[in-house]
């Protein structure tokens, strides 16, 4: 769900903000999406009473995760060892 999800929101935002082209913030419609799919997940968990199971904790879990994406690929220390891993 999240790639599609979040394809379709980020290419609207682009849209609304081509003007602003190449300086727009492609992270925003990313964090948008992640909370309405955690919303989702949280709607699913309560309608079938789901809220303590493992499932529900991992996807919780995953999907919060992707809210670090941006300050972990901005980190200097994450980009050297990249660096190094791909270019041997």
């Known amino acids: 769900m999240m ?3 979040g394809r379709g929101i980020q290419n609207v935002y682009v849209g609304m ?3 602003e082209f190449p300086n727009i ?3 925003l419609p990313i964090y948008f999406t992640q909370l309405m799919i955690i919303a989702m997940l ?3 968990a309560w ?5 303590k199971h493992p499932a529900t904790y991992l996807a919780i879990g995953v999907n919060l995760f992707i809210f670090l ?3 972990i690929g901005r980190s200097e220390n994450v980009q ?3 660096k ?5």
Do not use: D, S, T
């Open 42 to 44: 949280l709607l699913g």
């Open 84 to 88: 190094e891993v791909i270019k041997g």
């Open 3 to 5: 790639p599609a999800l």
């Open 47 to 51: 309608k079938y009473g789901k809220f």
């Open 80 to 82: 050297h060892f990249l």
């Open 69 to 71: 994406l941006e300050p």
């Open 25 to 27: 913030n492609i992270m």
């Open 17 to 19: 903000h081509i003007k």
